[in-house]
């Protein structure tokens, strides 16, 4: 199954995602996290990459369908996989598509996780990620057990350069702009389910699974 998860940045995305991959054992694929690991390896892309992601902006679609090409071409794509963070962009979708149907597959279902403006604000603002498995809490929403640590691989916590509130700001301007019409794009295809992103982490990730069935 070929799911794609959609929303703005701090829906919950990424957490929902690495859950769901889990549940239904399909690799999870975030265009931001594959972005970020060509910047700490300094490859070409990265370097490239590097100045529109802490701008908040969004990185060229040439860019990150070559990237997101290659990711889909892995082995462990072959039974499906849990997008997250792309497509991003009209063009995105529709190139994902066109690459799909030239081998007889399609998006079977896309989550669009629904969370109020203010609330994306609070929860990107307190975020803090794990180094090691790129797990996410939040300071006041879901602290660690020890402060700085994940419970889930001892790694160390961080905040994401993005996460300061100028680039939020910025990142979700560019979401309302760029993204947000994908909604529609795939609502109108029929395989679009409303979700709302707004509830424990275990109740939102239940309205997910319930979604794709
Ligand atoms: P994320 O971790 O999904 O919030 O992505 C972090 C940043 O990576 C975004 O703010 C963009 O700069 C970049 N990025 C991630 N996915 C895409 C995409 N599909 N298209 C363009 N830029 C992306």
């Known amino acids: 199954m ?3 998860l959609l929303g703005a940045p701090g829906a919950g995305k990424g957490t929902q995602a690495r859950r769901l991959a889990e549940h239904l054992g399909l690799p ?23 100045k529109f992601m802490a701008e908040g902006k969004l990185v060229p679609d040439d860019l990150v369908i070559d990237l997101i090409r290659e990711r889909l071409s892995g082995k462990d ?3 499906g996989y849990i997008l997250d963070g792309f497509p991003r962009t009209l063009r995105q979708a529709e190139v994902l598509d066109q690459n799909l149907l030239q081998n007889g597959a399609k998006i079977d279902r896309v989550v669009n996780l629904d969370v109020d403006p ?23 929403f879901h602290p660690p057990k020890r402060e700085g640590i994940c419970d889930r691989c001892g790694g160390a916590l961080f905040q994401r350069e993005d996460d300061r509130e100028e680039v939020i700001r910025k990142r979700l301007e560019v979401y309302q702009k760029e993204t947000k019409p994908l909604v529609e794009y795939y609502r109108r295809k029929g395989n679009l389910k409303d979700v709302t992103g707004t509830g424990g982490l275990e109740e939102v990730f239940a309205a997910i699974v319930q979604a794709l069935k």
């Open 77 to 79: 794509c072959l039974g």
């Open 118 to 140: 203010t609330e994306l604000v609070k929860r990107l603002s307190g975020r803090r990620q794990c180094r090691g498995c790129g797990e996410n809490f939040h300071v006041s």
């Open 28 to 50: 999870p694929i975030s265009t931001g996290d594959l972005l970020r690991a060509a910047r700490s390896a300094r490859s070409s892309l990265g370097q490239k990459a590097e």
């Open 2 to 4: 070929n799911v794609v």
